[in-house]
């Protein structure tokens, strides 16, 4: 069964520290992967995606992802945390030619000023 | 400007009381979604219309019911809410012209008593 696994439930990181949000997904075929951020009181917003290509993809708000197919994983990053990325961050994979998307639980991104 | 409005954005209802969840949506989109999310757990779908075309997703208890009037409004309807049924519920919408590209609302929370 496909499946999305985001291992770390809370990050704390200082105003400043770069952070990589990890994601690693189950999916037999190649799969449309995506982050998501959701801040208090706010829907989601998508912040990347990647279908095919490069590997690397540059998203919204100074984040990017690597896919990685060896490892199936789909890692955000930043290089610099700003105190307004506090907020709770979801990896999904959509199942091709479907309007089926499965979420991550989610990592809580917490930034110590 | 807000493009997927929810209401409300909190609900108390009653166990077994039904109660009713509103979307509505300014962007044109063609296709529109329900997901479920409780408390520190990922986004569930729970179903979705493509047009006028209802997608139930096979694990969708039949508590859960919705409509689409028309292109700009979908509801949610739970028929005899359960302790167990208290979540966030999110709406969110999609083009087909322009796909996986979800835009959500800010959700609706939904308490039981």
């Known amino acids: 069964a496909q499946s999305v696994t985001q291992p770390d439930i809370h990050i704390t990181v200082s105003e400043g520290a770069s952070l990589e949000l990890r994601c690693n997904y189950s999916y037999g075929a190649t799969p449309y992967l995506f982050w998501y951020v959701q801040s208090p009181g706010q829907g989601l917003q998508l912040l990347l995606k990647y279908f095919s290509g490069d590997t690397l993809v540059q998203g919204i708000k100074g984040f990017e992802a690597e896919f990685k197919r060896s490892q199936s994983s789909f890692n955000l990053r930043k290089p610099s945390v700003h105190w307004s990325d506090a907020a709770e961050y979801f990896c999904?994979?959509?199942?091709?030619?479907?309007?089926?998307?499965?979420f991550g639980t989610g990592t809580r991104l917490k930034v110590l000023a | 400007d807000a493009m997927v409005i929810q209401n409300p954005r909190y609900q108390v209802t009653q166990f077994g009381k039904p109660v009713t969840l509103s979307c509505s949506q300014t962007l044109n989109h063609n296709v529109m979604y329900w997901y479920q999310q409780k408390s520190s757990q990922a986004p569930k779908l729970l179903f979705h219309y493509y047009d006028k075309d209802f997608n139930n997703e096979a694990d969708t208890p039949d508590n859960f019911q919705s409509r689409r009037p028309n292109t700009s409004f979908c509801f949610l309807d739970i028929r005899s809410p359960g302790l167990g049924d208290a979540a966030m519920y999110l709406c969110?919408?999609?083009?087909?012209?322009?796909?996986?590209?979800?835009?959500f609302g800010p959700g609706t929370r939904l308490t039981v008593t």
């Open positions: 999904a994979v959509a199942l091709s030619g479907t309007y089926k998307y499965i």
């Open positions: 969110a919408t999609e083009s087909s012209g322009r796909a996986y590209e979800q835009y």
